[in-house]
């Protein structure tokens, strides 16, 4: 019963998760106006495909953040936090290899569980 009540006070608001998805898209737009500089200084298709899909791994990664601390602001400090499950390293450090996101989700998992 006390679980029950303790994940639904980490659960997101839906202001949160509306913000989070505005950051969200934010950075794709800022992904696309990266995509067409690269274009206009002879970048190829292999560049922009990169910038691409970083942002699209790294998106459920954030919001699965924003889900298991409780609120945007919250897990975007613990991003920036080292973290002992993880070597110390900050979670935000490891997002740029599916490796480290798929690190990150379990600290995330493990949180949400009570292990950590």
């Known amino acids: 019963m006390a679980q029950s009540k303790k994940l639904r006070e980490k659960a997101p608001k ?19 106006a990266l995509l067409k500089e690269i274009t206009a200084y002879g970048g190829g298709a292999a560049e922009r495909m990169a910038i691409t899909n970083e942002v699209d791994e790294t998106a459920p990664v954030l919001e699965r953040a924003v889900e298991v601390i409780g609120d945007r602001e919250s897990a975007y400090r613990w991003l920036g936090t080292p973290v002992r499950a993880i070597g110390y390293a900050t979670p935000m450090s490891l997002l740029a290899t599916a490796q480290g996101r798929s690190d990150v989700l379990a600290v995330l998992d493990r949180l949400e569980h009570g292990d950590l």
Do not use: F, M
Not at 15 to 31: F, H, N, P, Y
């Open 14 to 32: 839906v202001e949160d998760l509306a913000s989070l998805r505005g950051k969200i898209e934010e950075a794709r737009q800022v992904a696309t």
